[in-house]
């Protein structure tokens, strides 16, 4: 069982920057983040392989950027430029590969609150 721990998370201006970070407490394959606002769906926001490869929603290319420390096993999202529109519950995702299938782990959700 693999746990994660979110943070960074709070109440931002319009423009402003905040960075998410997640830790795992074991080793992963692909780590993301998703968000959730109020009566929508929960939707990728931006993925990174241990590789380094990433991808991103259309929304948010150009603005924020996914990396991860290896050796940390933890995941950052740095997220400037924000708007209004990208307040949600953020969570951090993380998939590890087996013989047998993906199994996924879920961190319990950090609020990003964007304000106009």
């Known amino acids: 069982q693999v746990q994660l721990v979110e943070s960074g998370g709070g109440l931002v201006q319009a423009g402003g920057s905040l960075r998410l970070s997640c830790a795992a407490s074991g080793i992963i394959d692909t780590m993301a983040w998703y968000r959730q606002a109020p009566g929508t769906q929960r939707d990728l926001v931006a993925a990174v392989t241990s590789g380094g490869n990433t991808n991103y929603a259309d929304s948010v290319k150009g603005r924020f950027t996914i990396s991860r420390d290896n050796a940390k096993n933890t995941v950052y999202l740095q997220m400037n430029s924000l708007k209004p529109e990208d307040t949600a519950l953020y969570y951090c995702?993380?998939?590890?590969?087996?013989?047998?299938?993906?199994?996924?782990?879920w961190g319990q959700g950090t609020q990003v609150t964007v304000s106009s």
């Open positions: 995702n993380a998939r590890r590969y087996g013989p047998y299938g993906a199994t996924s782990y």
